[in-house]
């Protein structure tokens, strides 16, 4: 009994009581966004509707930021070397402290020392004490703006990884810009779909969901080994007496958007 008939041109998917029609589809379809902005330096338009072993498509203008990154680690190189010589010095300090303190304790103890004797011994330990405990301060200040710097290495490397789009194994379906233009974060720049394997959609109707794992998916009255790998629970906005479901199965040799037919049974 025929229920329903769709208009082709309106519908992906045909039901005749329980066959189905599906495009062969990639598996994931994904528009890439600008992680930053910047000035679009060059486009790939050759890469433009190929399958991309591994390319750079878009180059965002970065050479500010390599500048940056350069001048930051030269920063990093000068502190460190800051930070090492202030390690000597408070090691030195550290050992006029004790130094400084065992004359002060002995003088203490001299009955025939003189309180001014016994107050510059003192004084004496205690600016070699506070000499110490300044360059030790500087050490934590030093190794505080080392880790800043470093972050700042790390922001940067990712704000330039973020300016090269780099597709790898992936089908560079349209480019969105071009050259010359700027973008800002959440521009689209490129329309990309995995195609490393496939999948069919269709859209089954409730009585159709009863015993699902148990059935066998038949492909052009041919029966398979694949089953539905995934079925929404909610029904479908657009045919919302039917609910959506995906077959995975192997990218196709030739080209996508194949009509099948399909039931399952």
């Known amino acids: 009994m025929i229920k329903k008939i769709l208009p082709f041109l309106c519908m992906p998917l045909f039901v005749f009581a329980k ?12 528009v890439l966004k600008a992680a930053t902005s910047g000035l679009v330096l060059k486009v790939d338009l050759d890469a433009e509707g190929r399958l991309i072993a591994s390319k750079r498509v878009i180059h965002l203008d970065d050479t500010l930021d390599y500048i940056n990154l350069k001048d930051t680690k030269k920063s990093i190189a000068f502190l460190k070397e800051m930070l090492r010589i202030n390690k000597d010095i408070a090691t030195s300090l550290k050992e006029t ?40 301060e500087k050490i934590i200040s030093l190794e505080k703006q080392i ?8 922001q940067l490397k990712d704000v330039i990884e973020k300016k090269s789009i780099i597709l790898k194994n992936k089908y560079l379906y349209k480019l969105l810009v071009k050259e010359g233009d700027f973008v800002a974060p959440g521009t689209p720049l490129a329309n990309v779909k995995d195609a490393s394997r496939a999948k069919l959609v269709l859209f ?7 015993n699902i794992a148990q059935k066998k998916v038949y492909i052009d009255d041919k029966e398979t080994t694949y089953k539905i790998d995934k079925i929404w629970k909610i029904a479908d906005e657009k045919y919302i007496s039917s609910y959506r479901a995906e077959i995975y199965i192997p990218a196709p040799k030739e080209v996508f958007s194949k009509l099948m037919k399909l039931e399952i049974r």
């Open 19 to 30: 066959v189905h029609y599906a495009k062969v589809e990639p598996y994931e379809s994904v």
């Open 97 to 136: 402290v004790r130094r400084q303190k065992g004359r002060y304790e002995r003088m203490s103890k001299i009955s025939t020392a003189s309180q001014t004797q016994k107050d510059n011994t003192y004084s004496a330990f205690t600016s070699a004490k506070t000499q110490y405990l300044s360059t030790r």
């Open 147 to 154: 880790l800043d710097m470093e972050y700042k290495v790390a």
């Open 204 to 210: 089954l109707e409730p009585e159709e969901l009863t």
